[in-house]
């Protein structure tokens, strides 16, 4: 098959896009008399702007560079790339200028549109020269994409000898000598970029203006070309903390970078709304906003009305606007308003009352007096934000020192303007991160509790439960919301579990309470901590209040808050019920990079000098970085292949780009590379084919970005099912409700809603069944306890069910059941009776007691501790109850014995499902069909068998990673990390975290100080991990199946590095302690790498012959190795030291070796051996000798082992009670002899870690997916 030809790459453009100049046409200026009309002041009439000269990278091709001779030629071969307006009639004039070439334009940008949007309030002779003034457009293509623009106005006077029109002097005879003093016009210089740079677009412009003013007019041309050629040179930075500077004199521009590859470009004051709106009037802008609104912003300054229209774009991220956005409407364009659907658009203010009585159901927005209005004179009619989120917004802008001078106060006086305006920069941009978090913290408190009613595997979100949870009051704007394009981008991104900046907020600001709901398979209910704090907080009492009948948000006064505050000191809002309010966001640093001086941006000889400063002034920079500096080094990876694919050196810009595989993997540029690679020329792509990381790079962006599906970003909203159901459909439709995510629990209840029927469900059954789960769900959530009772309930209790009214032997009242203890709510004065908690419960019967002629059900508890029996009358709930203790009861035993909250969880799902059987169900048969959720009662009666006491006593806690989860997933590796205070982190990340790596790269981090989830599941690459160690203090490198090492930040747990030199599955990791750290590596095929852990850098490599390397470990100078034949040892330099093969020692019996460990103070090395059931020692002075078997009772499989203290802790699978089991063998590595015998899992234990040598942690196969730890004696 022949090889494809190479495509053309288009490079990666600059800063700029398109520079043009506009005028007055020639036609307006023609004849003294139409210029004196204009001139007039009495009813100037405009001129007609056109298009004068159009400027498109690039300016210097590569055939100028190749043709080149001496300076002077090229100087005198620059190519001119002008644009003139062709018009229909001929031209008159008798001078004739060169033919322009033609110019590609870019997309988006509109030349016959152009003139209007630079001159939007029209051009106009002056009769005396003008301040120069700065606007901005924004500019959009059939497919969406937006550039940006900056457009400086200035005047030039009309002078009686010369005009410049497509930059050539020309004579003009007919044209009075006399009687032009006095006559100005305007002209225009329109920069476009693709990148918002408001701020230093317009810095840019003020120094080209500073040359324009002083040059000749068939000059401008020439100067406003030079001006292009050297933006167009500019690279874009890179996300991150690396800014551009470039000395355009008399400034130093700064060209900000946006914070990650998500985030978009600021380059602009983002405080200017809240100097013109108030703060209720910002959030209702923001509403309208989020229900997609059709907006007007209007205003005196035709500057304001894009920045401001942004500065609330801004607000919104990540949310962003998919809609029409037009910021700056001229007089011609008015008629867009009329459009039907929502836009965004920006209008000057003398035509407010043009358009108000045009258009109906415009949201008006005047930003000189700070008014929101609707079109058609009536109230605007746009719901409040919630009022929670709100009142914590407003508080958080009040806070806010928005004003420059407060902080200037107490300076001297800058006598640098570079200073001055740095130090003004600083400012701004600790201000715009301020502004920034408090949007943010509005949008995560509007949205947060979306990502409760969501399903991940199957994408749906369940829109109508979301909504009855809001609060009566909130009702209309969620309606609103959820109903736009805006809240399905949104809800695309939570399902994708993108980590975003609204992700990353919500991890850092949820309560210890949502973290514990993480871990949870039961239904969430509203804690006794939760109820305590909504029962007492006046701003929740307030909110309750207030939704009942709920005014403009704008006319509410919020409970106590401060006054707007522009002194000094900050506002006090410790008050406020909600604690500090007081901004407190930690500045990140920045760094700066200067761009050298482009002298001639034109010559060619010039522009290739300048590459070439630009890449030494990089690898200096670079040079002189600390080993840690990655975050910066990356950057100048990223800049320098930039340039280099500007110089077209492609092959030494794709290697700028591999080394960010090592630095910082988020900004690697995959679509540049992968369009790089494809440019490539035969030679170019044999060359590229030699080099290693080439090769692999080529493999990872071309090859398998062709194999990957498209991800799926589909949106389904729930709907209850219209056609009969068989088992894997109910499965996937209870899932999607959110009621049950376990597939075994699902499985259950399948078999009790079809308990003497055909195994299928019909939708009026499914029907039932869901509301009477949402109704239970909602009772409990309006379940209300007076304080007197709360007061006896831990904090965490959660009241899951409440039976009716009943008579008991201890008083009137409803029996309360939480997931610890029953209790009876007392009737009259409501009071608290403790029946039994689960785990004091002796015995449960159903009875029935004799009143009068009537028998009545009558349920029975006795307890373990009191002689007096529990009676309650519970008549038709008797059956029910007496269901749903025996499952509590049984699942706080089970919970008990093998040291698993889990059960307890579960046996709360089963109660609550047993619940809503009975409801949907006919009466007869309810009770039986309940009863086949009584799992855990059921395994109690059936299989009373104790957990043996050695391993209940050596049994610390059992955690399950795979909660939330709807099957279990293996654990495939587990690591501790200890608790390193870092001085750059917060507090909380100090604490000790369990590493656990499931199937598909998956990664879950517990604290494991409370063996709460730290952060549930984030990936480390698509395949299985096969290891995992902690390489220096902030650092855990996973190696996996895919041949690749992924490095994690212990603080952040956040992936951004990647080590891809091994060619094969890495299957182990060992660390040589130093400084650095080295760290060694090992892959399937026999490849041995060792790193240096801060540079990342390759310092040795060795190959074993053979392959099939398992595992590697370090002792005494040498690296320990095993492969299925041998474990040999080997120097650092890679020479063998020893060998110990299999088929010496065990020549009658076929089998591998497994996993072995080093014991050097008793000079030992252990072993284990595919298929055997004892485990091998030899002594380490003499390999040769025959080894000692320690043999292991009832094992069938050993699958790892590691080394505790004088102990051999032996994971794998063996009989237990007459049933395979995952068992852990504890061996005296003295004595040689089995101390312990553990059943650790229901699956055979597949990895094992040590915390400190004070617990060892053992992970289980799929069958179970959990993790337990044992204490270490």
């Known amino acids: 098959m022949a ?13 700029l896009e398109l520079c043009a100049l506009l005028g007055p046409s020639r036609d307006s200026l023609r004849g003294p008399e139409e210029v004196f009309q204009k001139k007039g002041v009495g009813s100037p009439s405009p001129l007609d702007p056109e298009v004068l000269s159009v400027f498109v990278p690039p300016f210097v091709t ?4 190749q043709t080149a001779g001496v300076p002077s030629a090229t100087l005198s071969k620059a190519r001119r790339r002008s644009f003139r307006k062709k018009r229909d009639k001929p031209k008159t004039e008798p001078w004739k200028g060169l033919p322009p070439e033609d110019v590609s334009v870019p997309d988006g940008v509109d030349l016959l549109a152009l003139p209007q949007l630079c001159f939007p309030g029209g051009m106009y002779v002056a009769s005396e020269p003008k301040e120069d003034c700065v606007h901005f457009l924004v500019l959009t293509d059939v497919c969406g994409n937006r550039t940006y623009g900056a457009v400086v106005q200035y005047y030039r006077p009309l002078r009686d000898e010369s005009c410049f029109y497509n930059g050539k002097a020309h004579w003009e005879p007919s044209w009075p000598t006399a009687g032009m003093a006095g006559c100005f016009v305007p002209f225009a210089v329109c920069v476009v970029s693709k990148l918002p740079y408001y701020n230093a677009l317009k810095d840019c412009l003020s120094c080209l203006l500073t040359h324009l003013k002083l040059c000749k007019d068939f000059e401008v041309d020439n100067h406003i070309k030079d001006f292009a050629a050297k933006l167009s040179l500019i690279p ?28 978009p470009v600021i380059d602009l004051d983002l405080h200017l709304p809240l ?12 509403t309208c906003l989020l229900t997609e609104q059709r907006i007007v912003f209007f205003s005196s300054s035709w500057a304001l009305l894009p920045l401001v229209a942004e500065c609330f774009l801004a607000y919104l991220h990540p949310l962003q606007w998919q809609h029409t956005f037009v910021p700056i409407l001229s007089r011609q364009m008015l008629d867009f308003v009329m459009a039907p659907t929502s836009f965004l658009m920006g209008c000057h203010l003398d035509h407010f009352d043009e358009v108000s009585k045009e258009a109906d159901g415009l949201i008006l927005i005047n930003m000189d007096n700070g008014s929101v209005t609707c079109s058609d004179d009536r109230e605007v009619d746009v719901p409040d934000i919630p009022l929670l989120a709100a009142h914590t917004f407003i508080q958080r802008v009040q806070s806010l020192r928005l004003h420059h001078e407060l902080d200037l106060a107490h300076l001297g006086a800058s006598t640098d303007l570079n200073e001055g305006r740095a130090r003004q920069r600083a400012w701004q ?51 609103q919301v959820l109903d736009t394009y805006m809240f399905h981008s949104f809800l695309k991104a939570r399902l994708s579990r993108r980590m975003d900046a609204f992700a990353q907020m919500d991890l850092h600001t949820q309560s210890e309470d949502d973290r514990l709901n993480g871990m949870l398979v039961s239904p969430r209910r509203p804690t006794i901590e939760k109820m305590t704090s909504q029962k007492f907080s006046p701003l929740h009492i307030a909110h309750r209040r207030m939704v009942v009948s709920m005014p403009n948000l704008q006319d509410i006064a919020v409970p106590e808050l401060p006054a707007r505050n522009a002194s000094l000191r900050k506002v006090d809002t410790t008050g406020c019920g909600t604690g500090s309010i007081a901004l407190s966001v930690n500045p990140k640093p920045t760094y700066t990079f200067k761009i050298p001086e482009i002298h001639f941006p034109l010559v060619s000889q010039c522009v290739q000098a300048y590459y070439a400063d630009c890449v030494v002034q990089l690898t200096k920079a670079m040079s002189l970085l600390a080993p840690d500096s990655s975050v910066l080094l990356a950057r100048y990876f990223y800049l320098r292949g930039a340039v280099h694919l500007m110089h077209g050196q492609l092959l030494d810009a794709l290697l700028d780009f591999q080394s960010l595989y090592k630095t910082d993997i988020q900004i690697f540029p995959a679509d540049l590379v992968r369009r790089t690679v494809r440019s490539l020329s035969g030679p170019q792509r044999a060359q590229a084919e030699r080099v290693p990381e080439l090769r692999r790079l080529i493999s990872e962006v071309v090859d398998k970005a062709s194999e990957a599906a498209k991800p799926d970003d589909r949106v389904k909203n729930f709907e209850l099912p219209k056609t009969h159901m068989q088992l894997d459909d109910f499965v996937r439709r209870v899932q999607e409700s959110g009621i049950v995510k376990d597939t075994d629990i699902i499985h259950r209840l399948f078999e009790a809603l079809t308990v003497g029927h055909e195994k299928q469900i019909d939708p009026e059954t499914f029907k039932d069944f869901y509301n009477c789960w949402k109704e239970a769900e909602a009772e409990a959530q309006e379940v209300s306890l007076p304080l007197s009772v709360m007061e006896h309930l831990d904090k965490n209790e959660c009241v899951y069910k409440l039976s009716s009214s009943v008579k008991t032997n201890r008083g009137v009242g409803k029996i309360a059941m939480t997931q610890k203890r029953l209790f009876l709510l007392t009737e009259g004065r409501p009071g608290y009776v403790e029946i039994s908690t689960f785990r004091n419960i002796e015995e449960v019967r159903s009875t029935t007691v004799a009143f009068l002629l009537l028998r009545i059900p009558t349920l029975k508890i006795k307890m373990v501790s009191k002689k007096e029996v529990f009676e309650a009358n519970l008549k038709t709930e008797c059956d029910l109850w007496h269901l749903m203790v025996k499952e509590m009861w049984a699942g706080k035993k089970l919970a008990d014995d093998h040291k698993d909250p889990q059960y307890i969880q579960q046996a709360l799902t089963h109660v609550l499902l047993m619940d809503a059987v009975v409801g949907t169900l006919p009466s007869p048969g309810a009770i039986y069909a309940a009863s086949k959720l009584s799992y855990f009662d059921r395994m109690k009666n059936e299989m009373p068998m104790a957990v043996p006491k050695t391993t209940s006593e050596t049994l610390k806690h059992k955690i399950n990673p795979s909660a939330g989860e709807t099957l279990p997933h293996a654990v495939d590796v587990l690591l ?12 909380e990340d100090a604490h000790p975290k369990l590493w656990c790596a499931l199937s598909e790269g998956k990664v879950t981090v517990f604290d494991a100080s409370s063996w709460t989830v730290h952060q549930h599941c984030f990936k480390a690459g698509n395949s299985k991990v096969n290891c995992m160690v902690m390489a220096e203090q902030n650092q855990v490198w996973v190696g996996c199946e895919d041949a690749v090492i992924y490095i994690i930040h212990v603080h952040s747990t956040s992936c951004h590095k990647q080590l891809t030199d091994h060619r094969c599955g890495v ?16 892959s399937a095929d026999g490849t041995i790498l060792a790193w240096n852990a801060s540079t990342l ?3 040795d490599r060795f190959q074993l012959p053979g392959g099939r390397l398992s595992s590697i470990s370090l002792h005494d100078g040498c690296l320990w190795c095993c492969t299925g034949n041998s474990i040999v040892a080997m120097t650092s330099s890679g020479l063998l030291c020893q060998e110990l093969k299999i088929s010496e020692n065990f020549k009658d019996i076929s089998t591998s070796f497994l996993s072995f460990q080093l014991l050097p103070e008793q000079e030992q090395l252990w072993a284990a051996c595919a298929g055997l059931d004892s485990v091998y020692t030899w002594s380490l002075k003499d390999l040769t000798q025959r080894p000692q078997a320690v043999r292991l009772q009832d094992c069938s499989e050993v699958s790892c082992m590691i080394r505790v203290k004088k102990q051999i802790w032996v994971g794998g699978t063996g009989l237990a009670q007459g049933k395979s089991k995952g068992k852990i063998y504890v061996i005296d590595a003295e004595r040689k002899t089995v101390e312990k015998e553990l059943v650790a899992h229901v699956d055979t234990v597949k990895t094992l870690c040590s915390a400190e040598d004070r617990y060892v942690l053992s992970g289980s196969g799929r069958g179970e997916g959990k993790i337990a730890i044992w204490k270490v004696e």
């Open 1097 to 1099: 850098q390759v310092t």
């Open 236 to 263: 874009s930075p890179p996300p991150g903390p690396l800014h551009l500077i470039f000395n355009m004199k008399p400034l130093q521009i700064v060209f900000p970078s946006r914070a990650d590859p998500e985030s």
């Open 429 to 479: 941009r600790s201000l715009n991160r301020q502004v920034q978090h408090a949007a943010l913290q509005l949008l995560v408190g509007v949205f947060r509790d979306v990502k409760n009613h969501l399903n991940y595997e199957h994408r749906v979100f369940n829109s109508e439960e979301f909504l009855k949870t809001r609060a009566p009051g909130d009702q209309r704007f969620y309606r």
């Open 3 to 15: 090889e494809a030809a190479p495509s053309h790459l288009a490079l990666p453009s600059g800063l």
């Open 1067 to 1082: 299957t182990d990791l060992a660390v040589q302690s130093g400084t650095p750290s080295k760290v060694y590596s090992s």
């Open 275 to 286: 100097l013109c709106f108030r703060p209720e009037k910002v959030l209702q802008i923001l």
């Open 976 to 987: 501790y990390t200890p608790g390193h205070l870092d001085p750059a982190e917060k507090v």
């Open 62 to 65: 590569k055939e100028d560079s």
